[in-house]
Every structure is written in structure tokens, then in C-alpha cells.
């Protein structure tokens, strides 16, 4: 995941996920694979942010499908923004786990107040693509306590008053839900403008979620 960041460095100024218990018919192999993943820190939205995930830490609080959608917009403006690494698990015997255990490392990032203008969503059905549309007209798309859980992330990124290196149980500015497992690497800052924002996310969640114009429909192409 990257994306092109800046930010203004004035003055270095969330539900706590849950933990699961250990799955011992996978332990060896949920192992290995994060301890590879510390091997490799990814890039996130701001350039050198490395995603260390904590022992069962989780980015939603349901089981996810395993089956990941895009999302876009051409600008995304948020207040009280947090960051920081999890893991999602699909439901037992999923036929989406493949090799993965039936989990996902993700970068699970919330924004108290956000904006988005010409939203895209889209998953691809195989063959064809559900694709939901709004915020294209005057009014934008609203959302509070938007939470989203990805594994890719790209854009032209601006940060105010941005915090790199916290400990994810201590973060604040984006509330209670912005708040993620302890000794997790996070980021935190008061607000988050992304241009030309692309995403592959594995869950979505927010408090109110407004979708001026919707519009639903299946297409050829995706997002």
C-alpha cells in the first residue's frame, strides 16, 4: 500500500478491538504468516508508517465474507483520524480462506467525521461487479465513525498535526472506536484530506453512513 503524504508538523499532537483466543488447529500457521509480515513492514498512508500486528487483534467486530470490494473517491476529507494494524477472520469453513487460515491482515483506519465526494464501491461476483454509486452531485457523502479495514491503499495524502509511532492502545483524536490493541504501531492526527483515494477493503463499518444519489447496479467493470 502506498501513497504520496504530507503534513503540517504544528505541534506533534478510540471501542478497544477485541482480542480472539487462540485457534489451535491453525495457531502454527497464524505464526508464521504474521511473523512474516513483521519481516516486511508495509508502507500506509504516510510514507514509512509499518503495520506491527498484536497477537489476535481484530479490525471488526463480525466475520467477514473473504471476499475483497474497491472503493474510490476522488477527494475524502475527514476530522479525528487513526490508524493502525489488525486482523479480520471469515467465518469457520469459509470457501474464501484458501491458504490464509480464514484471515486477513489489514490496516484498519478510522475517521470521526468524513466527506467523500463521487464514492465508488464494487465487488467483483465473478464475471460481473455490484457496483454502488453516490456523493456525485452537490451533496456529498457523509459518515461518522467510519471504519474500514484494508489491505491496499492509495492517494495523494495531507495530514494536520500528525503523531507516527504511537501505541494503538493510547490513540485519541478519533474517539473510542479509534483506539486499537496495545503494543500495535499506529498513526493519529486531527485531520486527513485524500485525493484520488483507492482502496482494497475487506469490512466497512461507520455509525451513519449517508449516500446522497445511490445508486445500485451491475456492471462489466468495477470501481
Known sequence: ??????????RPEGPATADVGDVPARRGRVRARRAAVMAVPAAVVAAGLAVLTAEGALGVQFAISGMPFTVTATELNGTGFAQFGGLDEMAEGSPNAGDTGGQVLVVTSVIKDATLTKLCQSVDLGGTNLVI?????AQKVRASDLTTDSTELSGDAAFKNIEIGNDASTLDKAGPLGRGPKGVFSQQSDTVRIANLRQTNYAT????FKLPGLKLGFSGSGC
Not at 2 to 10: G, I
Not at 133 to 137: C, F, I, K, P, V
Open 205 to 208: 463499518t461507520a455509525g451513519v
Open 1 to 10: 500500500m502506498t501513497s504520496s503524504a504530507e503534513h503540517t508538523s504544528e
Open 133 to 137: 454509486r453516490a456523493g456525485g452531485g
